[in-house]
């Protein structure tokens, strides 16, 4: 992989730790979409705002759309797409750690980072499989294995205080 030349505003600055004088009320519902795997209508949110963002907005918004539309491309059985985009999005977030703006950054990247590794083990010839089970245990309700499959999926959290 080689090195990407990074931009003069980073690091970023940490700013708010709450997040709420940075983001507008579009990046949360773009949250909230996110974390109810609603990641088609995630991308729509946060792409209108990556469109006018500026750096360092402009990066971090990249790269948790790179992760949504893997995610996206994931439940859509896209196994190459879903692996390139979240290696993106996780060279896009590296920057940000461990927070950036009240976001924990760090554990959005774990999951991530484990969600493509499971990837990378089953394959691109299991990607369905990979789905299927992901699938029933998330549509088998509250229970141990829908938090197990819940837990394989990235989510966006705020820092803990």
């Known amino acids: 992989m080689t ?3 990074q931009p003069s505003s980073f690091p970023p600055s940490r700013g708010d730790s709450s997040g709420s004088n940075v983001f507008p009320e579009e990046f949360w519902q773009g949250v909230e979409q996110f974390n ?3 990641y088609y209508a995630c991308h729509d949110t946060l792409e209108a705002l990556w469109i006018e963002a500026v750096e360092p907005q402009k990066r971090f918004y990249q790269g948790v759309l790179q992760i949504a539309v893997a995610c996206h491309h994931l439940f859509n059985l896209n196994w190459r797409g879903a692996v390139i985009l979240l290696g993106e999005g996780l060279g896009r977030l590296r920057d ?4 950036y703006e009240g976001i924990d950054i760090t554990s959005l990247m774990i999951q991530s980072a ?3 590794q499971a ?4 394959g691109l010839e299991q990607v369905a499989d990979f ?3 992901l699938e029933e245990e998330l549509t088998s309700g509250a229970n141990p294995a829908s938090e197990a499959a819940i837990a394989r999926l990235p989510k966006i959290k705020r820092v803990e205080s």
């Open 3 to 5: 090195p990407v030349a």
């Open 36 to 38: 109810q795997q609603e």
């Open 96 to 99: 940000y750690q461990p927070d």
């Open 114 to 116: 484990e969600l493509l």
């Open 119 to 122: 990837l990378q083990e089953s």
């Open 131 to 133: 789905v299927k089970h």
